[in-house]
C-alpha cells in the first residue's frame, strides 16, 4: 500500500489507503536490490538476477528454501521508475498520491520474532543485545530510554527497542512529513494481545490485527490450528474495527472520534478493547523514545 501511494505510476488507480505496520525505513537502492538477487542466484545455480531462464526452472521447492531472512523481507527498492526516490524524501518534498490514507503500527511489531520457546531474558543477556547493537558510545543512553531490570524478564525491552527501531519511529516521521505536505491522514496504535493468538507471540505482535479488521478470528484460528475460543470481547473489537476499516474504504471518511494526523496535535488513535465503545487518542505517541533513536540512527 505505502508503494502505491509513493508511486506516481499508480496515481488514479485507487481512492483509498490502508496501510498497516508498514517499515518505511527498510528501503534498498537498486544496485543493493541486484546484488542481493545475484545472491540468491548463486545459491540456485544460476549465473545471476538476470538469468532467468535458470531460475523459472528452479523448483518451487528449492525456491523457498533458498529463500531466507533477512533477505526474505523484501524491502522497498528505490529503481528510479516505480519509485523514483526514497520515501521519505517523496513524503518531504510533498511527491505522493493525495487520497486519505490510515498508516499504523501494532505496539509490540516485533513480538512475532520471538515466538520460539525459551526462558526470561535477563538483563546481562538483554544489555549484551543492546550493546552489540548499538555500540559502548549508545547502549548507555539506549538503557537510560529502555531500561533493564535485575531479576525480571527484559523481553518487552527488546521488542520495544525492535519494534520502534523498524516500525513505529520511521513511521512517524513519514507520517510527520506527510501531515506537513497537508496530506489527509489518519493514524493508529493497535494494542491489544488476542485472547486466542494465532501465533504464540507475546502482546500486539505483527499481523495480529489483520483478523480483527477482516472480523474473522474463527475463520483465521481453525486455519492456525488454534482450539481456544476467543473472548466476546474480542469479537466484538473485530466488528467495531471491521466496520471502521469499511467506512473509510468505501467513504473516504472517518468517524468523529478518530481526530485526523495533523502536523500540529499528531493524534494516534488507540485500538483495544475500549475501542468497542469509544474512540480514544493520544499525542506524541512514542516522542520521546524516537527522538533518541532517530539521534542515533541517523533518521533525522
Same mark, same amino acid.
Given at each position: ?7 506516481? %505510476? ?69 529503481? %528510479? ?24 503500527? *501494532? ?11 525459551? %526462558? ?95 472480523? *474473522? ?7 492456525? *490450528? ?25 467513504? %473516504?471518511?472517518?468517524? /468523529? ?21 469509544? /474512540? *480514544? ?20
Amino acid at each position: 500500500v505505502a508503494l502505491h501511494y509513493f508511486s506516481q %505510476g499508480s496515481a488514479g488507480l485507487f481512492h483509498r489507503g490502508i496501510a498497516e505496520s508498514p517499515s518505511l525505513n527498510q528501503i534498498h537502492t537498486l544496485e543493493q536490490a541486484l546484488e542481493i538477487g545475484s545472491a540468491f542466484a548463486a545459491k540456485l545455480k544460476c549465473s545471476g538476477h538476470a538469468d532467468l531462464k535458470c531460475l523459472r526452472s528452479v523448483d518451487a521447492a528449492a525456491l523457498s528454501k533458498a529463500f531466507e531472512l533477512p533477505d526474505a523481507m523484501m524491502p522497498i527498492t528505490v529503481d %528510479g521508475d516505480i519509485l523514483s526516490a526514497h520515501i521519505w524524501k517523496l513524503a518531504a518534498d510533498g511527491h505522493f498520491n493525495r487520497v486519505p490514507l490510515i498508516i499504523g503500527n *501494532n505496539v509490540d511489531e516485533t513480538g512475532i520474532a520471538f515466538m520460539s520457546p525459551q %526462558g526470561a531474558i535477563s538483563a546481562a543477556h538483554a544489555q549484551c543485545v543492546i550493546k552489540k547493537a548499538f555500540g559502548d558510545a549508545f547502549s548507555r543512553r539506549i538503557m537510560d530510554i529502555y531500561p533493564v531490570q535485575e531479576g525480571a524478564d527484559n523481553l518487552q525491552v527488546l521488542i520495544d527497542i525492535s519494534s520502534d527501531m523498524i516500525y513505529h519511529c520511521p513511521n512517524s516521521h513519514v507520517l510527520g512529513s506527510l501531515a506537513k505536505a497537508q496530506a489527509d491522514l489518519w493514524s493508529y496504535s493497535f494494542k491489544r494481545h488476542p485472547s486466542c493468538p494465532n501465533f504464540p507471540a507475546p502482546g500486539a505482535y505483527h499481523m495480529a490485527e489483520v483478523m480483527y479488521v477482516f472480523d *474473522n478470528l474463527l475463520d483465521i484460528l481453525a486455519a492456525s *490450528n488454534v482450539s481456544c475460543t476467543p473472548a466476546e470481547d474480542d469479537l466484538a473489537l473485530a466488528s467495531r474495527l471491521s466496520s471502521l476499516w469499511v467506512e473509510f474504504a468505501r467513504d %473516504g471518511t472517518m468517524e /468523529l472520534g478518530w481526530p485526523r494526523f495533523t502536523q500540529s496535535d499528531g493524534m494516534v488513535l488507540k485500538i483495544d478493547l475500549s475501542t468497542v465503545e469509544h /474512540l *480514544n487518542a493520544e499525542a506524541g505517541y512514542r516522542e520521546g523514545q524516537c527522538n533518541v533513536l532517530n539521534t542515533m540512527i541517523g533518521n533525522d
